[in-house]
């Protein structure tokens, strides 16, 4: 049986620094520590020797690990990853015109990252990064799959774009960034009210639709806005109109002193930015409930807690985080860049119940190789954007089939055990990943800021961040596993791929549980094909039901505690879209808003079931998918009962474009008509 990992867990205050769960780091702290500081020090010089030895080029070591790896066999695509593979990753010959074998972009992929290596040793981490792929037991980010070895070379998924430069400079570094496969996220805090950020949001959205009329695979954005913008009330309901903005995802940012505000029941005022002079003022509660109402209709805005991720900001000299990537798990200074790779955690899940945790840890720093020789081997497409990245070298090693794990480890998503889970599988990546980075330092160099970076007084590490969660929604497809942390979407669901194609699935894992437990597989498949999940009235034994609930059965407070349990191991972000019942309130999402700061989480984006028409997922097999025209547009309805201004009111939602008073009928008569840049599993990622 594989030895263990960690033995215990600190279950208390996150982990602000990873360095503080580090070998030996006890020492670093100083006198006066609290007593769960006790405990993350206890596990500290717990942690005293690596639980694998790093399988460096030329080793025995790395030699089993090929040889493990090899032993997985050969890639097996998912009939959905079939159409994918085809579609968008599988390159043409340049002489016969016939796609490259997937055995052929593997290879591709990896000898051009390995390029980084010496060339004595590149062959063998070329062989070992391409096995680690075919193995699906990682995967890097869908541009370095599609553009490694090829013309293009630009190899990274997330930008931030600053907005102090003119417009015409923006529009063409978004294209340049759009082109090679790249998402863009920016904050419009700096602009004033007179500047108009929405105007310029709108200008950028038509920019990326350009890029999509030219057949590439089409851009996605965030916009970002500081919750004293006095732009705040036009940003936060922009998605009532469903013909706008559909390339872009909203978030507002708040700060810790707004949260604070809302609880007290206090005012809070809009400032303009150049002169800080205070335009108006609002009721924070009530800008709240509207942001939950407008999130409970549309599914945006989605929150970012803008303090917390500066709070563990490792470069503060160098600048202050105002916005992340498209979908929010990767904050980055202005023209900061950043790779990203998923582990593919069922792939490490034993017969004895648990996981093999040195396998696990060898993968685990074999892909921060990667992720680095990726920095390396990219192809940057804006000047300023090489310069910014190659000062903090960040990377985002993340992980997906989460919930396939937990359902081969016989863990309900539901259960206190699968928070448990997260935290003890994400400290463990984490921490494997700093001491792979610390191993690249010694070899390397670490990166260039690191003695003035918050990182100086611990290990040198070649990274000033190793860690994200992404959504893995195209690569999770590829590696046939559930999507990053996120629990099953349905047992039996239909999926809408590029835009015009549905494929039929059923949960791998559900007939193979099934022969486990002994019960017929295909009544369980007939069971759930209609809805796409077990309804109450079953007689399979409940511990294996269990293990099959879905994300609209489990509640919003355990999506909340899983996102949480993950972000306290995690320093860049973690995505997590917080699923609701049709039938949740947006009572209920101004919770989730709460919770979300309270847990620690650095951000929450919420979807409610069917709060959009032509979603990309929809729950068993047999029902016929509406696909309704859109019908929105907002109309005016009656005067504010607080201040007397004429309200606005789509679908079951009135809001006061003055004092911010809302409120949503809770039973909506139809799905609202809305765009769909906010769906599960498909905030617009790259
Ligand atoms: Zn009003």
Redesign the pocket.
Known sequence: MAKEGPSALAVGKPVTSLATCWPNAGKLAANGYTRNEVTQRNVATQWKAPIAEAADPGTKTMKNLLDKLTAMGPFQASKTAQVLLKARYLRPDPHSGAAESTEHLFGRVADHVALAEPAGRRHEVANAFSLMMRSRCFLPNSPTLMNAGTDSGALSACFVLPISETSDQIEAQTILIQRSGGGTGFSFSTLTEDQDPLAWIARLDRATDSIRQVGLRRGANMAVLAVDHPSLLQFVTAKTDPSRLVNFNLSVAVTHAFMQTVLDHGRFDLHNPRTKDIVTSLDADRALHLMAQMAWLTGEPGMLFLDRINETNPTPHLGTIQSTNPCGEQPLLPYESCNLGSINLARFVTEAGDLDWPFLAQVVRLAIRFLDDVIETNQYPIDEVRRQTLLTRKVGLGVMGFADALILLGVPYQSAHAGTWAERIMRFVAEESKRASNELAKKRGTFPEFERSTLASGPPVRNATTNTIAPTGSISILADCSSGIEPLYALAMRRLILGDQQTKEISPLLVPMAARFGIDPESVVARVQDSGSFDEAHDLPPEFVALFRTAHEIPWQQHLRVQAAFQKYVDNSVSKTINFPRQATARDVYSAFLLADRLGCKGVTVYRDGSRTGQILEKGLTQPIEMQQPTGGTQKAGP?P????TLNMTGPCRW?M????SRCDEAPRSPTTLNRANEPENRKHP
């Open positions: 504010c607080e201040c007397g201004t006061c003055h004092c911010a008073w």
